[in-house]
């Protein structure tokens, strides 16, 4: 079925405003950094799994394990196609030293969590928000692997399971078998989920456009390297995961939802593991701030074009 390009942009529409309000909350000084680094465990560790299990309860359509796999799989090779677009991208930007790392993680992960799956629900559907959490499983241990091996520089690269097994992994390992196994959850307890689940995309927005509130403007938009890196992120990612993955997957939700992802700014958590290792977080927080601004236009531009 074909993306009905109005309907998204009044769905992107409200994420944007959400988002503006976060930012204005911060430019006034209501919310912060204090209310971040409070809020986003919160949304981390209890509104987005109660999201990914929402996604499942009550859900009567018959896939088999197999085919949940072959789309983790085709999950993996969307991330690995990001990969090359920020390898192609670093090399001719000629970047050095630590901004080499820097880049290409702001070029290589999207935020998946807190932008991704509220779009992929706003467009797809609750239901869809499951597919699309499968996308944790490679993120996180391809994040912390190869994503931290970038910072660190020929120091210690040993994987940390205490992070790749994050809550929203758990939940959807947790969802995949219920959906699987098609488990009764009593009405009083998928109540509560659902509700916890609404909660979802207007703390995720408020949290993005308070972090943005704390980068300076002039700055970010003044850097030609920011804007390229984040057309790499926006739209030659997400166009070369379509031009791949559509030879092979016929669906188009099931398309969709690997583009949407790709298509996403540059992942929060890159300035966190930036300040971890000692490199420049200032530059991840200009992507990440230029490719979310951007983002708001090019996600509905690519499913107009795209499907």
């Not at 670093?90 to 932008?115: H, K, P, Y």
């Amino acid at each position: 079925m074909p993306v009905e390009i109005a309907s998204v942009l009044a769905k992107m529409a409200m994420l944007v405003l959400l988002m503006l309000v976060g930012y204005l909350c911060a430019r006034l000084r209501v919310t912060g950094p204090e209310f971040n680094r409070r809020a986003t465990p919160v949304v981390m560790n209890v509104l987005l799994p109660a999201t990914i299990l929402n996604s499942v309860i009550g859900s009567e359509e018959p896939v088999s394990g197999t085919v949940l796999l072959g789309y983790l799989g085709v999950l993996f090779l969307a991330l690995l196609l990001c990969f090359v677009a920020a390898w192609l991208a670093v090399w001719l930007l000629r970047a050095r030293g630590d901004e080499r790392g820097v880049l290409w993680l702001t070029m290589a992960f999207s935020n998946n969590a807190f932008v991704g799956f509220p779009v992929v629900e706003v467009v797809f559907g609750p239901a869809a928000v499951f597919y699309a959490a499968i996308s944790n499983i490679p993120f996180n241990l391809m994040l912390y692997t190869v994503g931290t091996a970038q910072l660190q520089q020929g120091e210690g690269r040993r994987m940390n399971w205490k992070q790749v097994l994050s809550t929203p992994l758990v939940a959807t390992l947790l969802a995949a078998v219920l959906f699987l196994t098609r488990v009764p959850v009593p009405q009083v307890l998928g109540d509560t989920i659902s509700t916890l689940a609404a909660a979802t995309i207007p703390m995720s927005m408020l949290i993005v456009g308070t972090s943005l509130g704390g980068i300076p403007v002039k700055k970010a938009f003044g850097s030609a390297r920011v804007y390229l890196a984040a057309a790499v992120r926006l739209l030659a990612a997400p166009v070369l995961v379509w031009l791949v993955l559509r030879l092979f997957v016929r669906d188009p939700v099931m398309l969709g939802i690997p583009v949407i992802i790709a298509a996403c700014p540059s992942a929060m958590i890159i300035t966190v593991l930036c300040l971890r290792y000692g490199r420049d977080d200032s530059l991840s927080s200009e992507v990440i701030f230029v490719s979310t601004v951007f983002s708001a236009v090019t996600i509905p531009l690519l499913l107009w074009l795209l499907f």
